[in-house]
């Protein structure tokens, strides 16, 4: 779109990630357009959301840190289609519970973590109850680093 203002960003160690980040977005309106899917927002930006899950279609989780007291429920607010979110150690090795912590995830335990992903425009929650710090993942994205921390007080 542009094209031509692009080199006005070189030496931005950032511009690179923005530029493929608009190209994700687009590409995942176009495939929203093609599923012709009811209800699905035009700008998921998720006010009310804790963590917004792939935000300008990158694969990260904002913020990747976050730190709640017991009891409170974190909300994930999910900007693209394709992701989910895991705090289940017994699907990938990069999530750690502390001891006593309930596992949790957008997708049950009997689901395949690999193919249960959440829609664009969607919302997960879970409220933690147990202290200590949760890191959580994105199991089709974990291997490039979606990965994120909840510290609960
Ligand atoms: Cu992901």
Do not use: K
Not at 36 to 65: H, K, W, Y
């Amino acid at each position: 779109m542009h094209d031509s203002e692009s080199t006005r960003d070189q030496g931005s160690p950032g511009s690179e990630i923005r530029r493929f980040g608009r190209r994700a977005v687009l590409a995942g309106v176009t495939a929203s357009l093609a599923g012709c899917t009811s209800g699905i927002l035009d700008d998921p930006s998720f006010p009310d959301a804790d963590v917004i899950v792939a935000p300008d279609g990158e694969s990260i989780f904002q913020p990747d840190e976050l730190t709640v007291s017991a009891g409170d429920t974190v909300r994930w607010g999910f900007a693209e289609a394709g992701h989910n979110v895991s705090g289940r150690p017994e699907n990938n090795d990069g999530v750690v519970l502390p001891e006593d912590a309930e596992p949790f995830g957008s997708y049950g335990p009997e689901q395949d973590p690999e193919v249960t992903l959440v829609s664009r425009g969607e919302t997960y929650e879970h409220t933690f109850d147990v202290a200590g710090q949760y890191t959580y993942v994105c199991i089709p994205h974990a291997d490039i680093g979606m990965v994120g921390t909840i510290r609960v007080e």
